[in-house]
């Protein structure tokens, strides 16, 4: 088993920055792909971003590509999403997810997920 817990999220103006981060825990971090997903209200869980174990390949949605950033840190267990340029349209529940596969995009691919933290974007 592998626990992850989401935090850093809260209420931003468009236009400005945060940053996610997602602390894991159990079994071997390294050994997992990781990956960011959203979801707003009324719409299915899509992809966000998504970083290898240890190569730092990363993939990205096309509507958050040059805005935002997902790194990990091996030694503190740890995946982040840094997050510029904030819209509206970005107001969602962020979830972390753990992977067995090779960096991917797809939900059904991802073993563990965390209890998501939210993110309000203003105008």
Known sequence: QVQLVESGGGLVQAGGSLRLSCAASGRTFSNYAMGWFRQAPGKEREFVAA???STGIT????????????????????????MNSLKPEDTAVYYCAASSGVVPRIKREYDYWGQGTQVTVSS
Do not use: E, G, H, W
Request: charged share 25%; glycine share 0%.
């Open 59 to 82: 993939y990205y949605a096309n509507p958050v590509k040059d805005r935002f950033t997902i790194s990990r840190d091996n030694a503190k267990n740890t995946v982040y999403l840094q």
């Open 51 to 53: 970083i290898s174990r």
